[in-house]
């Protein structure tokens, strides 16, 4: 068959990468793709929000399945249109994206169905958000409803930083429509983590846990970022809490939606805290995470083709388990000066020493090409991914990979995967 990745990221190169080891999968085309994509398959320049335009490109290419990276075409519906087209899609429609595109949507589902996370209350004017967090004890947080591009969460030490960021979005419009409603919610201590699975609507896939690294500098520390770098699996994490994860969250997650009359086809993505042995959730996904697919696809015993079309036709029951084949650890390359401003256009040099190695792969996120030559152009440039029977191998493989690439002012972390050698 015939597949569409839709998106230009890392999780999207992924994807391809994915795709093209599959059986099932005869093409891989991408729309609009990025620099390292296009050198691996065709890419179309089109807007990936824009219905019609999608609808064209996957009739006119005679693509059988379409598998959406990105939050935003979900969220605007463009699998509805596909779905309604007779196209095989991978990915949920407009309802099933809610889980992401609101949180107050995603905070009523889990009080709902029964699914631990924080207390909170959802504030709509600057005093309803005063009132609720006078009524905290610090920190504080703050979260916009809608899509903020990773910019929505605030969380605060004190009571004049909150009231502060809450004034930013309720009273000055910061974040636009995404701000016009706020959740103000009880801060949870302990550790992150990201537990991701497959579903068709009725049955799903557990995909292995793995940890992102949000802060843009070590020891997490600096603002927010998309992912500065991820691991996979986790072996700091016991079967005893994986099998609490799965039928604490995941378990009911999937049945919630289908109790609800959501038909959802595609990834869940639970960003969970662990706070005093118990699992929370922070915020669901409806993909996957970005930079957590870069090192979960490549370590999965599994024909990602014949996962997604299976998902699409409602025989994902038929399927083994997904087990894993040893760890990866990946490291986000960014431009200097992300995630605030930063310049692009630099001449990245060192990949073609990488290109044939096993143990090390480099997906593109923020890159284009140019007569041959791959420039910056995004925040988050590569993420260098190194593959090992165990963790500690697979950490050095992915920073000596990262030793060999330069591109101007380029920044990256030194420490991803840390809590696994605590």
Request: charged share 25%.
């Amino acid at each position: 068959m015939k597949v569409l990745v839709l998106g230009s990221g890392g999780r999207e190169h992924a994807l391809v990468y994915a795709l093209k080891k599959s059986k099932r999968v005869s093409e891989v085309i991408a729309a609009p793709g990025n620099g390292g994509i296009s050198d691996v398959c065709d890419v179309f320049s089109i807007n990936p929000l824009n219905e019609s335009q999608v609808l064209d490109l996957t009739l006119n290419q005679r693509v059988d399945l379409v598998v959406i990276g990105p939050e935003a075409p979900l969220v605007a519906g463009v699998a509805d249109a596909l779905k309604k087209a007779g196209i095989l899609v991978y990915g949920p429609g407009k309802s099933g994206a809610m889980l992401e595109g609101s949180k107050v949507f995603a905070k009523r589902f889990m009080k709902r169905h029964n699914i631990r996370s924080a207390a909170f209350d959802v504030c709509s004017s600057y005093d309803e958000a005063e009132s609720a967090l006078i009524k905290r004890t610090p920190p504080l947080v703050i979260k916009a409803d809608g899509l903020a591009s990773g910019k929505g969460a605030f969380v605060v030490e004190d009571l004049s930083s909150a009231l502060k960021a809450a004034h930013e979005l309720l009273v000055e419009g910061k974040l636009g429509e995404a701000g016009q409603i706020v959740i103000v919610e009880d801060f949870l201590k302990g550790y992150e983590l990201t537990a991701m699975a497959i579903t068709d609507g009725n049955s799903y896939k557990m995909l292995p846990l793995s940890q992102d690294h949000k802060r843009a500098f070590d020891n997490d520390e600096g603002p927010n970022t998309g992912g500065m770098g991820a691991y996979a699996p986790l072996p700091q994490v016991n079967e005893a809490l994986k099998a609490r994860i799965e039928n604490e969250i995941i378990r009911p997650t999937v049945q919630g939606l289908k109790a609800d009359n959501i038909n959802f086809t595609g990834t869940i993505y639970a960003g969970l805290m662990i706070h005093d042995g118990d699992p929370y959730v922070l915020e669901y996904n409806v993909r996957f995470g970005d930079p957590e697919a870069q090192v979960v696809l490549p370590i999965c015993n599994v024909d990602w083709g014949e996962l997604f079309l299976s998902c699409c036709r409602g025989t994902l029951d038929e399927l083994d388990e997904i087990t894993v084949n040893g760890s990866a650890v990946g490291v986000v390359m960014a431009s200097g000066g992300y995630p605030e401003k930063y310049e692009t256009g630099y001449p990245i040099e060192g990949l073609d020493g990488l290109k044939d190695k096993d143990d090390v792969i480099v997906f593109h996120s923020g890159t284009k090409k140019e007569e041959s030559k791959f420039l910056t152009k995004g925040g988050r440039v590569l993420t260098v991914v190194g593959l090992a029977d165990n963790l500690k191998d697979a950490k050095e493989k992915a920073y000596h990979a990262v030793s060999s690439i330069h591109f101007k002012d380029a920044h990256y972390r030194r420490d991803i995967a840390w809590q696994a050698f605590v």
